[in-house]
């Protein structure tokens, strides 16, 4: 195990209907880089997980309500998918309201699948270049996206990937990009 974000803690934002791989998978690869995280979601207690949209796949406990967390307490976000969990983030005021405060943060966010959802709904998209599920790529475009179709896109701060079948990818960049964005302006460690 690396340490490269020992110190640094990433939210996960989901609810009930999250796609279990896409929040289980990354959330495991940054503990290994150690990386400490909290599950905030809509209501406290427990959410329950889905695989494939469909069939369910257990629960996750909730660390926090989005509605109790600050942007400042964390070095990064993470935005799962799944079909039903982004549908009702972007319908809670107060988890719109954290992941547009977090992208205007300039703190990196990562998304994956229908994850990119929210991000539409908090109007922060325009001009930026994300992939997805190819099911809310119009809704990306209407929102002002330029979309790919790629295994994972990096935009500055945003990265996104477009389904479990890219999340080896996705969390091997997800490390990269936030380790990045976490080091030190001045690292004796990196050669300039």
Known sequence: M?????????????????????????RGALHGVGADTELLSLH????????????????????????????????A????????NPDQLRMDPDAVAFVKAFMESGKPVATICHGPWTLAEADVLRGRRVTSWPSIRTDLRNAGADVLDEEVVVDGQLI????????????NTVIDEFAKAMRPAWDPTVER
């Open 2 to 26: 690396t340490d490269e974000l020992r110190g640094h803690k990433v939210a996960f934002l989901a609810t009930d209907g999250v796609e279990r791989v896409e929040l289980e998978q990354p």
């Open 44 to 75: 406290d207690g427990e959410i329950s997980a889905r695989q494939t949209d469909i069939d369910a796949a257990g629960t996750f406990t909730v660390d926090r309500k989005v509605a109790d967390a600050s942007v400042g307490d964390y070095d």
């Open 77 to 84: 976000l993470v935005l799962p998918g799944g079909t039903m």
């Open 160 to 171: 996104s990937s477009r389904s479990p079948r890219d999340l080896p990818a996705f969390c």
